[in-house]
């Protein structure tokens, strides 16, 4: 069964330095998202992707964060300089379309130290 | 912005009996409602979904309820078996490829 990849699954990094989560979306998706989930909170919701740009983004996705879709296969995160808050879980997902469900992986979890 | 509560953030039930967890919504916009079954280190499942324009969805053992006008939907699931035992996540959009709003979640604990 098709599913999304994330790596890694766990990521320690010290405030100041940059990040870069990967994800591997199912194949023939064309619709990209990242959430994320700090400890004991909702999961929420940061950027939605397509077509190589940005289609949506929460207020949390400021300009610390980016995105991108390097090649035919990854769609990264960015965070440019981490600070501690920026501890979570962190959830790509992918759908075929506008119209159907998102495939979740299984999560990176960043700690930022 | 859409707001969604989920209850009981912890449920325990003995194999074979039912379990039902029930999310409200805020955003009479919304129109789609899934539900998500998060396994330790394995990406979040889609188990059923609904959309607005029906009141009940049933795949086997598991059914959803929506109440548009309450804006609250439950998932049921019947005869549960240790497997089952997750954390379900609830979830709200304007449409399945939109930003999903997730309630904080349900950790189910079948016992043997």
């Known amino acids: ?113 | 912005g859409e707001n969604v509560e989920q209850h009981p953030s912890t449920l325990s039930v003995q194999e074979g009996d039912s379990a039902v967890i029930k999310c409200t919504y805020s955003d009479s916009a919304s129109n789609y409602f899934p539900w998500y079954k998060q396994e330790l280190g394995k990406g979040s499942q889609l188990i059923i979904d609904i959309r607005s324009n029906v009141g009940e969805k049933k795949d086997q053992r598991i059914a959803v309820t929506l109440n548009k006008t309450a804006k609250h939907f439950s998932l049921h699931i019947t005869e549960t078996q240790p497997e089952d035992s997750a954390v379900y996540f609830c979830a709200a959009s304007k449409g399945a490829g939109n930003m999903l709003t997730f309630g904080g979640g349900t950790r189910l604990m079948v016992k043997p």
Not at chain 1, 21 to 41: A, K, M
Not at chain 1, 48 to 66: A, G, L, R, T
Not at chain 1, 86 to 112: H, I, K, N, P, W
């Open chain 1, 1 to 113: 069964e098709p599913e999304v990849t994330q790596t890694p699954s766990h990521q320690v990094t010290q405030m100041g330095q940059e990040v870069i989560l990967r994800c591997v979306p199912i194949s023939n998706h064309l619709y990209f998202y990242w959430y994320r989930q700090i400890l004991g909170q909702k999961v929420e919701f940061l950027v939605s992707f397509y077509n190589n740009e940005i289609s949506e983004k929460s207020e949390i996705f400021d300009d610390q964060f980016s995105v991108e879709r390097p090649d035919g296969s990854n769609f990264t995160l960015k965070i440019r300089s981490t600070k501690l808050e920026d501890s979570a879980m962190y959830f790509c997902a992918s759908s075929g379309s506008a119209y159907t469900e998102a495939f979740f992986g299984q999560g990176t979890r960043l700690t930022v130290v």
